[in-house]
């Protein structure tokens, strides 16, 4: 039976100890009727209670496989819509706070995506020459829009294969919200530099001339992410002057200098297997989120290996940290006493194109 929805300001002063008592009773009730799925990012007094974890790519094949009615995703915004679209009609979506946004998402939207293709439609025969593709670190509405035009979504952990599937189809490739992941890509596939061009959705034709335009086969959106730009090739010179035997690894939402001095470059999950699986008594700079290099570094430390954390800095995804204990025992509280909070649910004809897209994904990665 549904009751009241109990208000979120109970739970806001809550010291963390009682969160913890109270998210254990709560998750005991609802038994296999709810699952926790967490992105790696996820700070760790709410990690430990992930049922399921993994990078965007992983999480959103969990999400189409689970059968709980209620998947409740620690993690960001875009992150509960794929579960919402990639999972059965009667399951249930929730973010636990729906400020837990990205802000690397918000750099495009389908207004500007529109203008864009519009505006590249003046100087080619866009619905033949070029293919969207968006990185899954975007709003439902954009993979809707790749779903209705051809296009296809991609996450770090596979863009080079969906670029090659795009290629396949379309000489040009227009890539947002994330430009170094795009460029990262293209450098990957042997694209020359000069051959990709960033389009600045402020700009009018995106800052480039119709000539540039015709030139690039990769149009990389202006869009980047906010923690993985403080790490610098600085950084990386440092530790390798101190640590010759060293090994540097970076996620591709780095920027191009930082990936291209790194030893290996990959997804959140690829980050975490290749130093599990690598040698004892290795050392490791990790360019990525610090909740998952702290986690890391202790998951590691009895093999010898030292992991160390790229920037000077605290880099942390501030939107990821605000799904905290507070939250999660207020929706936890809820679910068990009947009421739904926070569900995230995409429009139907969005879903349906967004689903498209993202089926794609999955058919190719
Ligand atoms: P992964 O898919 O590699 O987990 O990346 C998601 C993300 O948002 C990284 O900033
Ligand atoms: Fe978005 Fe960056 Fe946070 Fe990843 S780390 S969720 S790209 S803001």
Redesign the pocket.
């Known amino acids: 039976m549904q009751t009241a929805t109990i208000s979120f300001d109970k739970f806001n002063q809550l010291q963390d100890d009682d969160c913890h008592l109270r998210i254990r009773a709560a998750r005991d009730r609802l038994g296999r009727e709810v699952v926790l799925l967490c992105?790696?990012y996820q700070r760790a007094d709410v990690y430990q209670y992930a049922d399921l974890t993994g990078?965007?790519?992983k999480l959103s094949r969990l999400a189409s496989q689970t059968d709980s009615r209620l998947i409740v995703f620690c993690g960001v915004h875009f992150m509960a819509e794929v579960a919402d679209i990639m999972s059965k009609p009667e399951q249930i979506a929730i973010l636990p706070d729906l400020a837990a946004g990205?802000s690397m998402a918000d750099m495009a939207n389908l207004a500007k995506v529109e203008r864009c293709w519009r505006e590249l439609a003046e100087v080619l025969a866009v619905e033949q020459e070029v293919t969207p593709v968006t990185y899954?670190?975007s709003a439902a509405d954009l993979k809707a829009f790749c779903g209705e035009h051809g296009g296809i979504v991609c996450?770090?952990?596979n863009a080079g294969t969906i670029a090659e599937w795009a290629f396949a189809r379309r000489a040009k490739i227009l890539f947002f919200p994330d430009q170094h992941l795009g460029r990262w890509t293209g450098f990957k596939m042997g694209i020359p530099l000069d051959e990709m061009m960033v389009w600045d959705p402020d700009l009018e034709m995106g800052g480039l001339t119709a000539g540039q335009i015709r030139r690039a086969r990769l149009l990389l959106w202006k869009g980047h992410?906010s923690?993985?730009q403080m790490f610098q090739p600085a950084h990386i010179l440092r530790f390798r002057n101190q640590h010759p035997d060293g090994l540097v690894i970076a996620?591709p939402?780095c920027s191009f200098e930082v990936c291209r001095q790194s030893d290996f470059v990959g997804?959140?999950?690829h980050i975490v297997r290749t130093i599990k699986d690598a040698k004892a008594n290795t050392r490791w700079l990790v360019g990525t989120?610090l909740n998952l290099v702290n986690r890391l570094a202790e998951e590691v430390r009895h093999e010898g290996k030292i992991v160390q954390f790229m920037a000077p800095t605290v880099c942390m995804?501030s939107t990821m940290q605000r799904i905290d204990p507070q939250h999660l025992a207020w929706t936890l509280e809820n679910l068990a006493d009947g009421t739904i909070v926070n569900q995230i649910q995409v429009p139907e004809h969005e879903r349906q194109l967004a689903k498209l897209a993202l089926e794609r994904m999955l058919a190719v990665s």
Do not use: K, Q
Request: negative net charge.
């Open positions: 992105h790696h990078d965007s790519l990205c899954i670190n996450t770090s952990s992410c923690v993985h996620h939402e997804s959140t999950e989120e995804c």
